[in-house]
């Protein structure tokens, strides 16, 4: 079993950069790989980032450059860096955990319950 919680969303302005944080209540944390999807109204969840067990990153194209993913095991969180942020970054941003790196949202087993970015213009 996994809690996810995020933090660290907000209000910034374009060019701006925000720094969102996934903090994991488990014993297994060091054993499952972590994403970032976001979901911005009207949209399919999207994939952002994922992290796997030994900190190997994954980025998708439209945040890669910008946005990076880091982990720390031994606080049992997952960073999401966000710099140069686009008003086309704003979305709920959410945290998950599972057993293999995937682009698909319902490959993951864990959610938290997200974090809201905004970015204006």
């Known amino acids: 079993q996994v809690q996810l919680v995020e933090s660290g969303g907000g209000l910034v302005q374009a060019g701006g950069s925000l720094r969102l944080s996934c903090l994991a209540h488990?014993?297994?944390?060091?054993?499952?790989?972590i994403a970032w999807f976001r979901q911005a109204p009207g949209k399919e969840r999207e994939f952002v980032a994922a992290?796997?067990?030994?900190?190997?990153?994954v980025h998708a194209d439209s945040v890669k450059g910008r946005f990076t993913i880091s982990r720390d095991n031994r606080k049992t969180t997952v960073h999401l860096e966000m710099n140069s942020l686009k008003p086309e970054d704003t979305a709920v941003y959410y945290c998950a955990a599972g057993t293999a790196i995937s682009v698909r949202w319902n490959e993951y087993e864990y959610w938290g319950q997200g974090t809201q970015v905004t970015v204006s213009s």
């Open positions: 488990s014993q297994t944390f060091s054993s499952y790989d």
């Open positions: 992290i796997d067990w030994d900190s190997r990153p």
